[in-house]
């Protein structure tokens, strides 16, 4: 199953305290839907402040970003640029 | 379909730019160029206060005023509900944005808009500005970031409680978040250490310095339907933004991109365009706006001013155990500076064990910050390529070896956690240190410094369209702003795919109603992005040209292949015809189906992270303390240049822009707050004579995922200036500075301090 | 909203009338480069505005046996660009050639740079140390008199009501006799100058020194002349031991404010420096020509 952090600390407060979870996702969008379930309002948390970065790749506003079965997740504030 | 690794005819070489001869001569259209029939005059009234309450605002006398249209204040605006506001961690809260466009109850800096006025010119409008009366309640202010986070600073927001921290907090605070990044044990890491540095740096805010001010024309007609012309890095976040704090749907508004004279980042928001279309709205005439340059200093927003302490322990022979940050923001105004990338980037070159950054986005009384080139990274690896520097010094090592021995490299964990993939930092540091600048010979009073740099680049939505004309030359029609050279990239990749010169493909930026979706030019993505998405259609293009070749040769789509420009018969069973080039194709385009084009929307991933790594030679006057800009070269992992002079012109542009950070620029603000500085004369930006013929060193390790191997290449370059700058200066006068901007007082002040 | 006069006379008695006449306030037109910041700043709102470039004799550069004669509005690029007046006075010509940049001196001229009166005028420390004089025109007749007797303040001049500056007098070098000047600024060009230091020498026998004139500006309300640091020089070689008594005349005289440009310390300090660097170039200039 893949592991994910939330890397930051700010959704905490979404999570009480936690930031390592194991979530049984193949995609971006499943694992948004299955951390929502868990902790309600984490999935929009997710969705408009962070990225995930799978297996190093940095992925925005994508829900098909595969995620394999031994894949590294990271979810990370969301980046912009200048 | 890649073209890595390919011979390449047209990506690579250096063809004039479609717009060069329009931006030289004074022809091109820039936002304040615009002029539309019945168009009026619109200008903002602002805050002289750097905090005041709000308690009366009266209109009567300007309204008077001949000649005046209209008058808007935050009235003219819907109040933007508090539940969409903190919604979190979203960059762009719509609710701050609106306040920072028209003040609502409160004035938050010198410079803040309060009011606007439209009027039949420009003379009467400000005349008008005087006539509108404001009553203020002046409150005490806070602008320096530290102060601005002590327990007893005047508050800002009094529904501001700083995120980030466990329990949440019950009294509000100046510090709208906390954000914090750990990686294995820091204790542990500090113990094993030989060696530990703990030092402080702190910087000014800066500005974009973009050359051209803001400035829109707005319409609305008397059907609701908008339209906006305007200097921006993104028309459809223009749309998309006004749509929202204005309460249009965003299918009433066009809008336009106008030819941008910089954006560095600062042109990735609105300030002007809400106001000039509410303006419009009210007067029933269209309205310009155009910012001076004071208005610019006063009410846009420059990059953070910040506080950066950095430990970090080592042993003996260079390697790191143990990295220490903390990165403390001014986020101006509202919430939303950019130290979360800031905590990302500081130590990303770098493979360090036991890490813990933490950054903190603290509000005060100064324009609301705006993203500047790889927002939050400078000011970070201000902090940490120093104290590398320092750490260097410390155990006897080559800044450059020490770099080598803990460069980050693919397989290697960042501190922020991905592990790293198809990165081309070390390769940096290798063309650095195989280069002649590095072994060139110093005289007396000069010394040499280097540092290095990292940014994400980002992907996104871009949308492209290659249309094929009668005579087979060629549109690439996208929706993003150019503001580096972008737009000849994109006829270069698209000639690329199609076989043909670079002469035959005319690129256009296309406005929000004539192409699709296209995020905004930032974030180093355009070629990126948006070249993937011309690369896409331009070879959904070529299928079809392929597919009239079979119709008109009577043979199946499979047998034609499509080389130099024309379609062969692929192979001897296909049939003996004569190649048909793209032109002969296209004038028969009718007959064999109709017009030739494609389109493709794509939502870009994968962009490769830039590293770069700068060195640099400074004299110092040990008198004065001037600091002359004796050699400079940036080295830098582009993946690949599409256009190589217009990639060595952002790289020269961000040392720049990073030289002037080190140097000169800052912002100086009176006892009240007030702005004492607004002005090109005094905010000093390097000027040309300043600084000598950057030496660009192009380093390519493609991206994989982008059909060229495209990595973005604007933000990184900015990064290592400030550092490699003050390396040199101990250098070469023995003295460290850890105060941007390192100007001659300063200088002076540490080299007599230094003297005893 | 007031309204705004431009008279572009074409005499001298037309410009010395339209400067006399009308209660409201009245600003003299040469290039330009400092009433049209000021004007669209809002710093300055004239009512008249009187354009002395059609005037004869204002804008234009003669030379007499005994001295150059340049007119008030004469600009910047024309005094680079007169090859005689750059050999006889290489500090006036380079110190106008720091005005701004080279835009600015297409237009800028010293009658607006001594007029306008910043206490950081670039042009106006050389000219003093050249001993120049100002030729002044008024409703009362004409006048002549030392350029230091224009500028009496930050902004202010001894102009009276109706007068304007008509042109410059810089006497020839004597043999032996040569200029320099030095300003610091932060970047390399397009700065106010934080300090700026004038030196006129005139070498004897044996290359010492027998007449000189220091002067400094930015340091002060007005550009000072530094006697105590001309005594320093007269009578000496330039040694450590002048150097280091010019040094600290032109520190003592320094009585310079903190603004964005520079801090009174640091102020005090470079002018010391650059009396001392700006005496080495005279000097060496002097001891050649």
């Known amino acids: 199953m893949p592991h994910v952090v939330i890397s930051g600390d700010i959704s905490r407060r979404f999570t009480g305290g936690e930031r390592e979870f194991d979530v049984e996702a193949t995609t971006f969008r499943r694992l948004i839907l299955e951390l929502d379930r868990r902790f309600p309002g984490l999935g929009r948390q997710i969705e408009e402040g962070m990225a995930v970065a799978i297996d190093g790749e940095i992925f925005q506003d994508a829900y098909a970003a595969p995620i394999g079965e031994k894949s590294e997740v990271y979810l990370i504030p969301r980046i912009g640029g200048g | ?756 | 909203m007031s309204g705004l006069s431009f008279i572009a006379p074409k005499t001298v008695e037309e410009a010395v009338r339209a400067l006399a006449a009308g209660d409201g306030l009245t600003k003299c037109l040469a290039g330009g480069t400092d009433l049209l910041v000021q004007l669209r700043s809002g710093r300055a709102r004239p009512e008249v505005i009187v354009d002395m470039k059609r005037i004869p004799g204002l804008i234009g550069i003669s030379e007499r046996e005994d001295r150059f004669i340049i007119g008030a509005a004469t600009p910047g690029a024309m005094i680079s660009e007169c090859g005689p007046l750059c050999r006889a006075w290489p500090g006036i010509t380079e110190a106008v050639d720091l005005i701004g940049s080279q835009q600015i001196q297409g237009r800028a001229s010293l009658g607006g740079n001594l007029c306008n009166a910043s206490p950081a005028a670039d042009s106006v420390p050389a000219v003093i140390a050249a001993r120049a004089t100002c030729v002044v025109v008024g409703p009362e007749g004409r006048r002549e008199v030392p350029v230091e007797a224009i500028v009496t303040g930050p902004g202010q001049t001894s102009l009276r009501k109706g007068e304007l500056i008509l042109e410059f007098h810089v006497p020839k070098p004597r043999p032996h006799q040569a200029d320099a000047y030095l300003r610091f600024i932060p970047r390399t060009e397009m700065d106010i100058a934080v300090v700026g230091c004038a030196v006129n020498v005139t070498l004897g026998d044996k290359g010492v020194c027998r007449d000189a004139r220091v002067v400094l500006g930015a340091v002060a309300p007005t550009a000072v002349i530094v006697t105590e640091a001309a005594e320093a020089l007269v009578g000496h070689w330039l040694d450590e031991e002048t150097l280091g008594r010019l040094d600290a005349a032109a520190r003592r005289a320094s009585k310079p404010i903190t603004d964005k440009r520079g801090t009174i310390e640091y102020r005090i300090k470079v002018a010391g420096v650059l009396a001392r660097r700006a005496a080495a170039i005279a000097f060496k200039r002097a001891g050649e020509c």
């Not at chain 2, 370059?717 to 300063?746: C, E, F, H, Q």
């Open chain 2, 1 to 756: 379909m890649t073209f890595i690794g390919k011979d390449l005819k047209v990506v690579g070489t250096r063809p004039i730019r479609p717009d060069g001869v329009d931006k030289v001569t004074g022809r091109a259209n820039f936002g304040a160029d615009m002029t539309v029939p019945g168009m009026i005059w619109g200008k903002i009234k602002r805050s002289p206060h750097a905090h005041a309450r709000i308690l009366r605002i009266d209109a009567e006398k300007a309204l008077r005023l001949p000649g005046v249209k209209a008058v808007v204040t935050a009235a003219d605006f819907p109040n933007i509900a508090a539940e969409e506001a903190f919604a979190g961690e979203a960059i762009m809260d719509f609710r701050d944005l609106s306040r920072n466009c028209m003040a609502r109850d409160k004035a938050l800096y010198d410079g803040h808009a309060v009011a606007a006025v439209a009027a039949s010119t420009p003379a009467i409008a400000e005349a008008a500005l005087e006539l509108i009366d404001v009553e203020y309640e002046v409150l005490p202010f806070v602008i320096d970031v530290e102060k601005a986070m002590a327990a007893d600073a005047p508050l800002l927001h009094g529904e501001l409680f700083t995120q980030g921290i466990e329990p949440k907090p019950t009294a509000p605070s100046n510090i709208a978040k906390r954000i914090n990044f750990t990686k294995g044990d820091i204790e542990k890491g500090f113990r094993e250490a030989d060696v530990v540095i703990e030092r402080r740096y702190t910087t000014r805010p800066v500005h974009q310095g973009y050359i051209e001010p803001h400035a829109c024309v707005a319409t609305v007609a008397a059907d609701g339907q908008c339209s906006i012309w305007s200097s921006s890095q993104g028309h459809f976040m223009v749309r998309q933004y006004c749509a929202h704090l204005l309460g249009i749907d965003i299918a009433n508004i066009r809008a336009a991109a106008a030819e941008i004279g910089g954006g560095f980042g600062g042109k990735t928001l609105i300030y002007v365009e809400p106001v000039a279309l509410a303006l419009a709205k009210k007067s029933g005439h269209s309205v310009k706006i155009v910012m001076t340059r004071e208005e610019v200093f006063r009410g846009t927003g420059p990059a953070a001013g910040s506080v950066i302490e950095v430990k970090l322990g080592a042993k003996k022979d260079g390697r790191l155990t143990a990295a220490e940050v903390t990165l403390k923001y001014q986020a101006g105004a509202f919430p939303g500076s950019p130290v979360g990338p800031g905590c990302m980037c500081a130590l990303a070159m770098y493979d360090v064990p036991n890490a813990n950054v933490t950054g903190y986005d603290v509000v005060c009384n100064r324009p609301k910050v705006a993203a500047y080139r790889a927002p939050g990274a400078p000011n970070a690896s201000w902090g940490v390529e120093s104290c590398l520097d320092e750490l260097a010094l410390a155990l006897g090592l080559d800044p450059l070896s020490l770099r080598e021995k803990n460069a980050a490299k693919d397989g290697v964990k960042a501190v922020h956690g991905p592990t790293w993939q198809n990165i081309g930092y070390a390769e940096t540091l290798a063309a650095a240190k195989a280069h002649p600048h590095w072994r060139a010979p110093l005289g007396a009073g000069q010394g040499r410094g280097i540092a290095s740099g990292f940014w994400f680049n980002i992907g996104g939505e871009s949308t492209a369209s290659v249309h094929v004309n009668e005579d087979g030359t060629v549109v690439v029609a996208t929706g993003s702003p150019d503001i580096g050279g972008s737009r000849v990239s994109m006829a270069m990749m698209v000639a690329e795919v199609l076989g043909v010169a670079v002469e035959r493909v005319r690129p256009i930026v296309a406005d929000t109603s004539s192409i699709g979706y296209t995020f905004l030019t930032g974030g180093s993505r355009v070629t990126f992005a948006t070249g993937m998405a011309a690369t896409e259609a331009a070879s959904r293009v070529v299928d079809e040209l392929k597919k009239r070749a079979a119709v008109i040769w009577e043979i199946s789509p499979e047998a034609v292949e499509w080389r130099d420009g024309m379609a062969y018969p692929a192979g001897q069973n296909a049939g003996a015809f004569e190649p048909l080039p793209l032109a002969e194709i296209a004038f028969r385009s009718a007959r064999t189906g109709g017009p030739i084009s494609a389109e493709a929307a794509i939502n870009a991933q994968g962009p490769g992270a830039g590293f770069g790594t700068h060195i640099c030679d400074v004299e110092v006057d040990k008198e004065t303390g001037a600091v002359k800009i004796l050699r400079y070269t940036a080295i830098q992992d582009v993946g690949r240049a599409i256009h190589p002079a217009y990639v060595e012109g952002q790289l020269q542009g961000g040392v720049t822009q990073g030289v002037g950070w080190a140097l000169n620029e800052e912002y100086i603000y009176d006892k009240d707050g007030r702005l004492e500085n607004p002005g090109f004369l005094d905010y000093r930006i390097p000027v040309a004579s300043d600084l000598p013929m950057i030496d660009a060193v192009l380093v390519e390790v493609p991206n994989p995922r982008h059909p060229f191997g495209v990595r973005g290449v604007g933000e990184v370059p900015i990064i290592p200036p400030t550092a490699a700058v003050a390396n040199a200066i101990y250098r070469a006068a023995g003295v460290r500075l850890r105060d941007l901007p390192m100007s001659p007082p300063k200088v002076l002040a540490a080299i007599d301090e230094e003297k005893g």
